[in-house]
C-alpha cells in the first residue's frame, strides 16, 4: 500500500505561482515502471491528467494547456514529486489529485487515470482572476 500525501494549494492572483508537492510512503515501488502523476477536477468538470514523470528515468509528460508554464519534477531522496505551477490562469482553479502506479498500463499510457491505483486527498487551487 502506498500513501500520497499532497500539499501547497491556495488561493493565487491571475499570473502568479505555486508548488505542489507530493509525499509517497508506505510501500512505494521499485519497479522501474513507477509512474506517478498529477491530475485536477475542477467545478462541474471531469477529472483531467495534468502531468506525469516516470520515477526511474526521470521522463515527462504534460497536457497542452499547462505545457511551458507547469514543471512537474521528483526527488528520489525524499519520495516526493513536485508541481511547478507558473503564471496561473483561472481556468487551472481545481482539486489536484496526486496519483502512483507501477502497472504497465501505467507505463504505457501515464496521461490515463485508469493506470494508477494509489490517489492523494487533493489539494485545492484556486485561481482568482
Known amino acids: 500500500q502506498v500513501q500520497l500525501v499532497e500539499s501547497g494549494g491556495g488561493l493565487v492572483q491571475a499570473g502568479g505561482s505555486l508548488r505542489l508537492s507530493c509525499v509517497a510512503s508506505?510501500?512505494?515501488?521499485?519497479?522501474?515502471?513507477?509512474?506517478l502523476g498529477w491530475f485536477r477536477q475542477g467545478p462541474s468538470k471531469e477529472r483531467e491528467f495534468v502531468s506525469a514523470?516516470?520515477?526511474?528515468?526521470?521522463?515527462?509528460f504534460d497536457t497542452a494547456s499547462v505545457r511551458g508554464r507547469f514543471t512537474i519534477s521528483r526527488d528520489k531522496a525524499k519520495n516526493t514529486v513536485y508541481l511547478q505551477m507558473n503564471s496561473l490562469r483561472p481556468e487551472d482553479t481545481a482539486v489536484y489529485y496526486c496519483?502512483?502506479?507501477?502497472?504497465?498500463?501505467?507505463?504505457?499510457?501515464?496521461?490515463?487515470?485508469?493506470?494508477?491505483?494509489?490517489w492523494g486527498q487533493g489539494t485545492q487551487v484556486t485561481v482568482s482572476s
Open positions: 496519483a502512483a502506479g507501477d502497472r504497465t498500463a501505467v507505463y504505457l499510457t501515464p496521461t490515463s487515470p485508469v493506470g494508477y491505483d494509489y
Open positions: 508506505g510501500r512505494t515501488s521499485t519497479s522501474s515502471r513507477y509512474t
Open positions: 514523470i516516470k520515477w526511474d528515468d526521470g521522463d515527462t
